[in-house]
C-alpha cells in the first residue's frame, strides 16, 4: 500500500489546481479518497470530526452486503439446475450463478458512476460516494434474467432524476436503487410485477446445463399467494415442491438475486447494528409493524389467501427482510429524529402488508411502502420535532 501511495503522491500535482491535467481533478479525488483517508480538514465553521467519513460507512454497507450477494449467486445456479433437474456440485452452481450476476453489477456501476464522474467534472465538485452502495443495491433487488439494456435505462434514469436533480448525495429524497426498481417496474412490468418465476434457464455460459426450459412460467411465492382464490393454499417451488416458512427463512427459493435468504440478510444486519451504521429502531420497527399487521388480516382480513397468510411467512418471503435491513434504514430517505424512526419503520412494514393483501397486482409491497414514506418522512420528523419544542415549553412554564 506504501508504493500505491506513492504512485498516488506523486501524479497527484498534475491533477492539481495549474497541472496538466487539472479538468481531471474530480476523477482523480474520487480514486485517491477511495483508497485513502484525506488528510486535510475543514478550514471554517463549527465541524465535528469523526474517524469515519461517508467513503467508508458506504463501504460498510457493501460489506454487510456480501453474505446477500454470495448466496444470491448460488441460488441463481440452484434454482437454474433445479429447474434443468440436473444436480451438479457446489462449485459449478456458484459459478454459473456468479457468471450470471456479475454483467448486472458491471452494468449498474458502470452506468452509475459514470454519470456521476460527468456531473461531478461538470460541476466541478468531487465526486460523490453514495452510488457505491446504490450501484451494489440494484443488481440485488432486480430478476436475473432482466435484460442489461434495462438495467442501464433505468440505472440512468434512477441516478438522474432521483438524485442529481435535487443535488446528488445526501440531497436525494427517494433511495435511488429502489427508484431504478419502480421505473422497471413501471416501464416494463412483465418483468418486474414479481407474477413470474425468476429462473435464468438458458445455457448462457456453455457450463453443460442443457437445454433452455421454456416450460417453467409458474409464479412466485407471493405471486402465488396473490392470485389464488383459496386460504388453504399450498406454497410450491418451481418444480411444484411445497415449501416451508424454513425455505423462506433458509433462501433455496426464487425471487431477485439477494432479497431470497433471510439468514444472509440478518447476517448483514448484524454487522451494520455493531457498526452503528444502520439504526436498530428503523429495523426492528418495520419487521414489529409487518408482523401486526400480518396478523390482523389474519384475524379479521377479507377471506382471501393473500389475508390469511401466516404473518410469519410475510416476514421471510419477498423482499420484505431485504427492504427492512437495507433499504428502510437509508440515512438519506428515512427519518433523523429518534421518535420518528420508530414511526417510520412501523409505518413500512404495516404499508407493505397492506399492499401486498390489497393489491393483487402487485403482490411485493415493499418498494412501494419505502417509497411513499420516503415522501413523508421529513413530514414526520416535523411533528416529532414540534412535539418535542411543545413538550419543553410546556415544562419551563410549569416550572
Request: aromatic content about 14%.
Given at each position: 500500500?506504501?508504493?500505491?501511495?506513492?504512485?498516488?503522491?506523486?501524479?497527484?500535482?498534475?491533477?492539481?489546481?495549474?497541472?496538466?491535467?487539472?479538468?481531471?481533478?474530480?476523477?482523480?479525488?474520487?480514486?485517491?479518497?477511495?483508497?485513502?483517508?484525506?488528510?486535510?480538514?475543514?478550514?471554517?465553521?463549527?465541524?465535528?470530526?469523526?474517524?469515519?467519513?461517508?467513503?467508508?460507512?458506504?463501504?460498510?454497507?457493501?460489506?454487510?452486503?456480501?453474505?446477500?450477494?454470495?448466496?444470491?449467486?448460488?441460488?441463481?445456479?440452484?434454482?437454474?439446475?433445479?429447474?434443468?433437474?440436473?444436480?451438479?456440485?457446489?462449485?459449478?452452481?456458484?459459478?454459473?450463478?456468479?457468471?450470471?450476476?456479475?454483467?448486472?453489477?458491471?452494468?449498474?456501476?458502470?452506468?452509475?458512476?459514470?454519470?456521476?464522474?460527468?456531473?461531478?467534472?461538470?460541476?466541478?465538485?468531487?465526486?460523490?460516494?453514495?452510488?457505491?452502495?446504490?450501484?451494489?443495491?440494484?443488481?440485488?433487488?432486480?430478476?436475473?434474467?432482466t435484460?442489461?439494456?434495462?438495467?442501464?435505462?433505468?440505472?440512468?434514469?434512477?441516478?438522474?432524476?432521483?438524485?442529481?436533480?435535487f443535488?446528488?448525495?445526501?440531497?436525494?429524497?427517494?433511495?435511488?436503487?429502489?427508484?431504478?426498481?419502480?421505473?422497471?417496474?413501471?416501464a416494463?412490468?412483465?418483468?418486474?410485477?414479481?407474477?413470474?418465476?425468476?429462473?435464468?434457464?438458458?445455457?448462457?455460459?456453455?457450463?453443460?446445463?442443457?437445454?433452455?426450459?421454456?416450460?417453467?412460467?409458474?409464479?412466485?411465492?407471493?405471486?402465488?399467494?396473490?392470485?389464488?382464490?383459496?386460504?388453504?393454499?399450498?406454497?410450491?417451488?418451481?418444480?411444484?415442491?411445497?415449501?416451508?416458512?424454513?425455505?423462506?427463512?433458509?433462501?433455496?427459493?426464487?425471487?431477485?438475486?439477494?432479497?431470497?435468504?433471510?439468514?444472509?440478510?440478518?447476517?448483514?444486519?448484524?454487522?451494520?447494528?455493531?457498526?452503528?451504521?444502520?439504526?436498530?429502531?428503523?429495523?426492528?420497527?418495520?419487521?414489529?409493524?409487518?408482523?401486526?399487521?400480518?396478523?390482523v388480516?389474519?384475524?379479521?382480513?377479507?377471506?382471501?389467501?393473500?389475508?390469511?397468510?401466516?404473518?410469519?411467512?410475510?416476514?421471510?418471503?419477498?423482499?420484505?427482510?431485504?427492504?427492512?435491513?437495507f433499504?428502510?434504514?437509508?440515512?438519506?430517505?428515512?427519518?433523523?429524529?429518534?421518535?420518528?424512526?420508530?414511526?417510520?419503520?412501523?409505518l413500512?412494514?404495516?404499508?407493505?402488508?397492506?399492499?401486498?393483501?390489497?393489491?393483487?397486482g402487485?403482490?411485493?409491497?415493499?418498494?412501494?411502502?419505502?417509497?411513499?414514506?420516503?415522501?413523508?418522512?421529513?413530514?414526520?420528523?416535523?411533528?416529532?420535532?414540534?412535539?418535542?419544542?411543545?413538550?419543553?415549553?410546556?415544562r419551563?412554564?410549569?416550572?
Amino acid at each position: 500500500m506504501k508504493a500505491l501511495k506513492n504512485l498516488v503522491d506523486k501524479v497527484k500535482p498534475h491533477f492539481e489546481k495549474g497541472g496538466k491535467l487539472e479538468k481531471f481533478h474530480s476523477v482523480f479525488d474520487g480514486f485517491e479518497t477511495f483508497l485513502f483517508v484525506p488528510n486535510t480538514t475543514s478550514k471554517s465553521g463549527t465541524h465535528i470530526h469523526d474517524a469515519i467519513d461517508s467513503k467508508r460507512t458506504m463501504s460498510m454497507v457493501i460489506i454487510a452486503l456480501i453474505p446477500a450477494l454470495l448466496f444470491g449467486m448460488y441460488n441463481v445456479g440452484f434454482q437454474h439446475y433445479l429447474a434443468l433437474g440436473q444436480q451438479v456440485s457446489f462449485w459449478d452452481t456458484f459459478v454459473f450463478g456468479a457468471l450470471s450476476v456479475l454483467p448486472l453489477i458491471v452494468v449498474s456501476y458502470g452506468v452509475g458512476l459514470g454519470i456521476e464522474f460527468i456531473v461531478a467534472q461538470i460541476k466541478g465538485h468531487e465526486i460523490q460516494e453514495g452510488f457505491l452502495v446504490s450501484g451494489f443495491l440494484i443488481p440485488l433487488i432486480v430478476p436475473i434474467d432482466t435484460p442489461l439494456w434495462m438495467v442501464a435505462v433505468a440505472t440512468a434514469f434512477a441516478v438522474i432524476f432521483a438524485k442529481e436533480v435535487f443535488g446528488g448525495t445526501g440531497m436525494n429524497i427517494f433511495n435511488v436503487a429502489l427508484v431504478t426498481r419502480a421505473f422497471l417496474f413501471f416501464a416494463y412490468p412483465t418483468f418486474m410485477s414479481g407474477d413470474v418465476v425468476w429462473v435464468r434457464t438458458a445455457d448462457t455460459f456453455g457450463l453443460g446445463a442443457g437445454t433452455p426450459v421454456d416450460a417453467y412460467s409458474g409464479a412466485t411465492v407471493l405471486g402465488q399467494v396473490a392470485t389464488s382464490a383459496t386460504t388453504n393454499l399450498q406454497i410450491v417451488n418451481i418444480v411444484k415442491e411445497p415449501l416451508t416458512w424454513l425455505d423462506g427463512f433458509l433462501g433455496l427459493i426464487s425471487g431477485s438475486v439477494g432479497e431470497t435468504s433471510t439468514l444472509a440478510i440478518l447476517i448483514g444486519a448484524a454487522l451494520l447494528l455493531v457498526t452503528r451504521i444502520a439504526s436498530w429502531k428503523t429495523m426492528f420497527s418495520v419487521f414489529a409493524g409487518g408482523a401486526f399487521m400480518a396478523f390482523v388480516f389474519n384475524t379479521w382480513g377479507p377471506e382471501t389467501a393473500a389475508a390469511h397468510f401466516p404473518w410469519y411467512y410475510h416476514l421471510v418471503f419477498g423482499g420484505f427482510a431485504f427492504g427492512a435491513v437495507f433499504m428502510a434504514t437509508d440515512p438519506v430517505t428515512s427519518t433523523r429524529t429518534e421518535t420518528g424512526k420508530w414511526i417510520y419503520g412501523a409505518l413500512v412494514g404495516a404499508m407493505t402488508i397492506i399492499i401486498r393483501v390489497l393489491n393483487p397486482g402487485y403482490p411485493e409491497g415493499m418498494m412501494l411502502a419505502i417509497l411513499l414514506l420516503n415522501i413523508f418522512a421529513p413530514l414526520i420528523d416535523y411533528y416529532v420535532v414540534e412535539a418535542n419544542i411543545k413538550r419543553r415549553l410546556k415544562r419551563a412554564k410549569t416550572n
